[in-house]
């Protein structure tokens, strides 16, 4: 079998969140590389297509998109990454404050 990852992946337990709209979903990121990330929804909930993940440890949001799904497992490639430790624009606001009430979050240093 080919494996048709575009670079390596990190394999992890991470606690992080689905977010789309008003709807927050838990999650485990499974792996991840450069470009994307394997999660596993801790419930039977199948987000959209698009969707933004809050990393509840490192701070950081991704803009991604659904690429597969097997059961609870999706693969998700990564648009764009914002760092919510500093200012965030209003369109992260809310997976700012996720990450805040978060007790797994990262201290900033």
């Known amino acids: 079998m080919t494996d048709r990852r575009a670079g390596p992946r990190t394999a992890m337990q991470t606690p992080a ?3 789309c709209g008003a709807f927050a979903w838990d ?3 499974r792996d991840q590389s450069d470009s994307g990330l394997r999660i596993q929804m801790l419930s039977s909930a199948i987000p959209p297509s698009s969707v933004q993940l809050v990393d509840l440890v490192s701070g950081y ?3 991604v998109k659904v690429v597969w799904q097997k059961d609870r497992e ?4 990564i648009l764009r990454s914002h760092d919510l430790r500093g200012l965030a624009p209003a369109s992260l606001q809310t997976a700012k404050r996720i990450w805040q009430a978060s007790p797994r979050r990262a201290s900033a240093s």
Do not use: P, R
Request: some cysteine; aromatic content about 8%.
């Open 61 to 63: 949001a991704h803009e």
């Open 27 to 29: 999650c485990v990121v």
């Open 74 to 77: 999706f693969g998700l490639k």
């Open 17 to 19: 969140k689905v977010l």
